[in-house]
């Protein structure tokens, strides 16, 4: 059971989303490099010292809302039932947040994203740590230590590697079906591999 978040906590995760949504959005209309960190605190209307006290650089800020979503993911994965199956948990998981975070209308900032090599380490470091989270995670739901068996950690790196493939391809392919069809495809093509 989640415990409820407080107004003070509420007023900083707003402050966190402001500064990411003014990030992403700048760098969709200037490029990364056309964009600096004053700007960004000025759009999201807050000072500079209030910007570094969310994120060391604009860079990171950009790539805040695929850590968000990454997080959430990994918060709904470990808030199933403890008796659904792995992969039928990833899937609900996976179904419950990812449709209200990608979207048609997020477009083309995802594909800022994926296309600015600057980004890239900053992505790629996110989601590395959410992948340790998942493994943690699915490491909990089966009864095993995440460190002395390997299941967990390559179930967690195939989930988080296949996930950033298939929203890379929804992407790139312009498919109109919604996210969710394409999760119960990644999910029954992994449940091959990974059925536990």
């Keep these: 059971m989640t415990r409820p978040v407080g107004l003070r906590e509420r007023k900083k995760l707003a402050t966190r989303a402001a500064l990411a949504d003014a990030a992403l959005?700048?760098?969709?209309?200037?490029?990364?490099?056309?964009?600096?960190?004053?700007q960004v605190a000025r759009a999201a209307g807050v000072s500079l010292r209030t910007f570094f006290n969310y994120f060391s650089s604009k860079e990171?800020?950009?790539?805040?809302?695929?850590?968000?979503t990454a997080e959430a993911f990994v918060r709904a994965f470990a808030q199933r039932p403890p008796e659904e199956p792995v992969l039928e948990a990833l899937r609900r998981a996976l179904g419950e947040v990812?449709?209200?975070?990608?979207?048609?209308?997020?477009?083309?900032?995802?594909r800022v994203l994926r296309r600015t090599p600057a980004l890239l380490p900053h992505l790629m470091a996110a989601f590395h740590a959410?992948?340790?989270a998942l493994a943690v995670a699915i490491a909990r739901r089966v009864g095993v230590d995440p460190d002395a068996d390997l299941y967990p950690l390559m179930c967690a790196a195939a989930v988080m590697a296949t996930l950033?493939?298939?929203?890379?391809?929804?992407?790139?392919?312009?498919?109109?079906?919604?996210p969710t069809g394409l999760i119960d495809i990644m999910v029954d093509r992994l449940d091959?591999?990974?059925a536990r």
């Design 25 to 38: 959005r700048l760098c969709v209309e200037h490029g990364v490099d056309g964009v600096t960190v004053e």
């Design 60 to 68: 990171e800020a950009v790539v805040a809302g695929d850590v968000a």
């Design 192 to 194: 091959a591999g990974f």
């Design 130 to 132: 959410q992948e340790k």
């Design 98 to 110: 990812l449709p209200d975070r990608v979207d048609r209308t997020k477009l083309e900032q995802l």
């Design 164 to 178: 950033r493939v298939v929203v890379a391809w929804w992407l790139d392919a312009g498919d109109r079906r919604p």
